[in-house]
T-cell receptor
Framework: DTEVTQTPKHLVMGMTNKKSLKCEQH?????MYWYKQKAKKPPELMFV???????INESVPSRFSPECPNSSLLNLHLHALQPEDSALYLC?????????????FGEGSRLTVL | SQQGEEDPQALSIQEGENATMNCSYKTSINNLQWYRQNSGRGLVHLIL?????REKHSGRLRVTLDTSKKSSSLLITASRAADTASYFCATDSYYGNNRLAFGKGNQVVVIP
């Protein structure tokens, strides 16, 4: 079982909806990540938070808005998404300042945009 | 940015056989990691090998790293049906701003 918990597991939303994906870890990790993964492709980095501050935004469209309320929680707010945004969204965490260490992934949130 | 690339892309084997997959990369690296992903699930870290290491074992897994050829291999011995998954290598390097770069992945199917 993963120690990174993501909710919801599945989400279907229309292009005008506003929804959020949530991620929680209690391993004391100080770096948290959002990845997007399309079918049969590797994960693509979206955002990295290090010590609760956004350290990397991989030129992600503004319709995706990350938030790190505290060191254990990471949210991804979704608004006005497009059908091509349908994917598996993975949260991960790592020790220290992150970027290159072992990543602990959640099970993902499967997003479908209609 | 640098990416590891695995070869072959798809592998189908009988239970009990060994499975070998390869990963190549383009620039010098700090570390190389292997992850497993079961269908529709998150990735699970398998093993990390540092650039100054040549071989590492973990249970039925054996990873080798050849920095002169810029390649790594993952061997799964005595495969089981539960090993059916996608396997990704991931590298980090100074040239990639120390970000973890995932390769394309290998799909392994173990037939019971």
């Amino acid at each position: 079982d993963t120690e990174v918990t993501q909710t919801p597991k599945h989400l279907v939303m229309g292009m005008t909806n506003k929804k959020s994906l949530k991620c929680e870890q209690h391993m004391g990790h100080r770096a948290m990540y959002w990845y997007k993964q399309k079918a049969k492709k590797p994960p693509e980095l979206m955002f990295v938070y290090s010590y609760e501050k956004l350290s990397i935004n991989e030129s992600v469209p503004s319709r995706f808005s990350p938030e790190c309320p505290n060191s254990s929680l990471l949210n991804l707010h979704l608004h006005a998404l497009q059908p091509e945004d349908s994917a598996l969204y993975l949260c991960a965490s790592s020790q220290g300042r992150g970027l290159a260490g072992e990543l602990f992934f959640g099970e993902g949130s499967r997003l479908t945009v209609l | 940015s640098q990416q590891g690339e695995e070869d072959p892309q798809a592998l189908s084997i009988q239970e009990g056989e060994n499975a070998t997959m390869n990963c190549s990369y383009k620039t010098s690296i700090n570390n190389l990691q292997w992850y497993r992903q079961n269908s529709g699930r998150g990735l699970v870290h398998l093993i990390l090998i540092r650039s100054n290491e040549r071989e590492k074992h973990s249970g039925r897994l054996r990873v080798t790293l050849d920095t002169s050829k810029k390649s790594s291999s993952l061997l799964i011995t005595a495969s089981r049906a539960a090993d059916t998954a996608s396997y990704f290598c991931a590298t980090d390097s100074y040239y990639g701003n120390n970000r973890l770069a995932f390769g394309k992945g290998n799909q392994v199917v173990v037939i019971p």
